[in-house]
């Protein structure tokens, strides 16, 4: 992510407008999570930590990921009940995770709620690689994205999507939908890491 969308997402944290951040999981992760057992999980962009918190309720053992520090804070203060062993942080541009030795792949399932979709065109082949990378064979991918819009650089299309992943993972399912928060049409894909 470029230091623009750094300082801009700093600055929301700090003044507390975080639309995006629900305090709820999404009903398509919990939907995942009773498909898996309980494995190694990646969330990327993860925010205050609402996802990781459900993943480490279930048993799971999670890593997650976020530039802006203030995220990392709040998800360090939302996981303390849990042990330390079960999950880890990281304050780290996930355009770049191959900068990032101290993860653990590979991965039984990696997620992506509306952070991808920000990244600068140009880094997301590179991010799209590293996903197919850190994630294991039969291991599953879940992405949320927003749709483009005229007044905006976020979104993928569909066909991007597939585009940018359908290389390194295979697509399972997509469900079109719309994103009340910012108006636009969105997209629930899951895809998977085959042999």
Not at 99 to 107: G, I, K, N
Not at 147 to 161: A, I, L
Request: aromatic share 8%; proline share 8%.
């Amino acid at each position: 992510m470029n230091t623009e969308q750094h300082q801009r997402f700093s600055e929301r944290y700090a003044a507390g407008d975080m639309p995006w951040d629900s305090g709820l999981t999404p009903p398509e992760i919990f939907e995942i999570l009773s498909e898996l057992p309980p494995g190694k999980a990646l969330d990327l962009g993860c925010g205050t930590g609402t996802v990781l918190r459900d993943l480490l309720r279930r048993g799971w053992r999670a890593d997650g990921v976020d530039f802006v520090g203030a995220a990392i804070d709040l998800a360090r203060d939302k996981l303390q009940p849990f042990p330390a062993e079960t999950c880890r942080l990281f304050r780290h541009d996930v355009a770049k995770l191959a900068e990032l030795p101290s993860l653990r792949p590979p991965y039984d399932l990696i997620i992506d709620i509306g952070c991808g979709h920000c990244i600068d065109k140009d880094a997301a082949p590179r991010y799209a690689r590293s996903i197919a990378q850190a994630l294991k064979t039969g291991g599953a991918f879940m992405l949320y994205a927003s749709h483009p819009r005229p007044d905006s650089t976020v979104g993928w299309t569909p066909q991007e999507v597939e585009r940018l992943f359908t290389p390194g993972l295979s697509l399972v399912w997509q469900r079109q939908g719309r994103d009340r928060t910012i108006g636009a049409a969105s997209s629930w894909y899951r895809m998977e890491k085959r042999a």
